[in-house]
């Protein structure tokens, strides 16, 4: 060959060279493109796009190989062929369909399709309801676990509310598994440690568990709140949404369950169900159970902590008084004379620094009802033992600070004259 037919080649005028070698740029950038597959294999499948969620609007997309990749129209399709269990697990997938399913927390036609997975719960099925009452938390939880905060949680729960009540869920939520399981899921959002006794409060206001306590009379309610402050709510009825309320603020572990019973009274218009509330959440006497000084203490120590009126603590003091004095005439307790009654009226006046703090006006209020209570038990002689004994020593607290003016001047001034009161009351003890 001559130089010349070798220059030609060089220069790309022929297709071989002479090893038989191509040398067609584009048939070699072909031939390291192609990878060998054996006969009937298919081709390897291209890698995963990196392009961004976007609406099918925005034009079809040349691959989708996760579940985020798809259309962002296909999310309800989706979520509404899926079982509850699995919605749990897709929550947790990414904050894209985190948001999607929070948003079918709040859809009516979700609910629906939940509630009728429930309702189909029936006969020999009864046992499944409860797996579906626990896939509905998980879902919850598995929302709330991405959601920024207690704020954002509880406008979860606003939207929640009405359609929960709407198409009949809410005892799938909250009744099957009782509001634990419902503030748990609440609990498990981000910065948990952020939620106060308000914010559990305004939860608790959203879902509606005080309502027994906050219907008007107008209004078709369980027990109606007469206008004359003469409640007919039952003891029962109030420790039923005890129960609820102590089981809900009791899932957050950074609140004082204490804290939001303080909370739930402000919202009770009606004394005896003030009373009646702070009884159930402390003090239930019932067969078997021995309920004793240091539980009354605790009643007594939390009526001062939470600054109840002195009308408060007498009507208080009235509705555990008839409590225990039933309680031992049906022998539940080993206790005689109102014993535990005695010792919350004692811890709430050494808390609350009674009676030397206090107006004349509340003063008189109390001295008033001990001497009714110690008539009323006039038979009964280790109650009006321990009632003078309480007489005398608040007697002995109102008078220290004035025996000295009073064995100089022979003045006697409003605490003089209320111990003198006192004093009457423990005359009267024989």
Known sequence: MSPNDRSGTEAGGDDEDEDGDFQDDRHLQALKRKRWQPPGAQAAPEPPSSEPLRSAAAGPRA??????????????????HLPVHAAARLALVSTVWNAALARGLVSADFHTSLQSEYAACTGSKRSMAHAVADDALRLLGAVTCRLDGPATTIELVRRMAPVMVARDSKELFNRMNGFEGFAEALNKCRRASEWSAEKVFECIDILGLMKIFTH???????????????????LEEARLVRSDVQSFAGAFGSVDDE?????????MPVRSDRSKMIMSWFACFFDDYDFTEDDAARIGLFVASAALPIADVVDLIDHLRG????????DWIGTRGCLCTVATLRAWARAASFPTQWPTQARTSM??????WSATNAADVAFKGRVAKLAMSWAMELLAPHVLVLEETGVTDGPVLDATRLLQIVDRRE
């Open 63 to 80: 691959h989708a190989t996760t579940m985020d990749d798809l259309p962002l129209e296909v999310y309800p399709l989706i979520i509404a």
């Open 216 to 234: 008007t009379a107008s209004t078709d309610s369980i027990s109606t709140l007469d206008t004359d402050g003469i409640s007919t709510l039952s």
């Open 259 to 267: 804290a939001v019973l303080k909370l739930c009274l402000d919202k």
């Open 323 to 330: 409590q225990e004095n039933g309680a031992e005439a049906r």
């Open 367 to 372: 001295f008033v009802a001990l001497s009714r």
